[in-house]
């Protein structure tokens, strides 16, 4: 059974700063390009950023510079270290795992950044 479970989610003031994990379990970590997502109330759910098993990221525009993926093969992890949060990046952000076609998700973690 495939998780994807995040975790580092909560309250943050207006450029405050926060790291969230996702621990997947069920899949061969390495073969999927691993992704956070991000869903704002009465928005779409959009890409934040996206990495390789080799270390390739993408990044959203708007979260260039402020936010860094990573990946950690050995411990089947992927963080998303944010910086200068700003109450528009208020959201629940998922965790994706991708390979091909197939996709999972976790629940997602809330993260809401007060003015």
């Known amino acids: 059974q495939v998780q994807l479970v995040e975790s580092g989610g909560g309250l943050v003031q207006a450029g405050g700063s926060l790291r969230l994990s996702c621990a997947a379990t069920?899949?061969?970590?390495?073969?999927?390009?691993m992704g956070w997502y991000r869903q704002a109330p009465g928005k779409q759910r959009e890409l934040v950023a996206s990495?390789?098993?080799?270390?390739?990221?993408n990044y959203a525009d708007s979260m260039k510079g402020r936010f860094t993926i990573s990946r950690d093969n050995a411990k089947n992890t992927v963080y998303l270290q944010m910086i200068n949060l700003k109450p528009e990046d208020t959201a629940v952000y998922y965790c994706?795992?991708?390979?091909?076609?197939?996709?999972?998700w976790g629940k997602g973690t809330l993260v809401t950044v007060s003015s």
């Open positions: 069920g899949i061969i970590f390495s073969q999927n390009v």
């Open positions: 990495i390789t098993s080799g270390g390739t990221t």
């Open positions: 994706n795992a991708r390979r091909t076609i197939i996709n999972y």
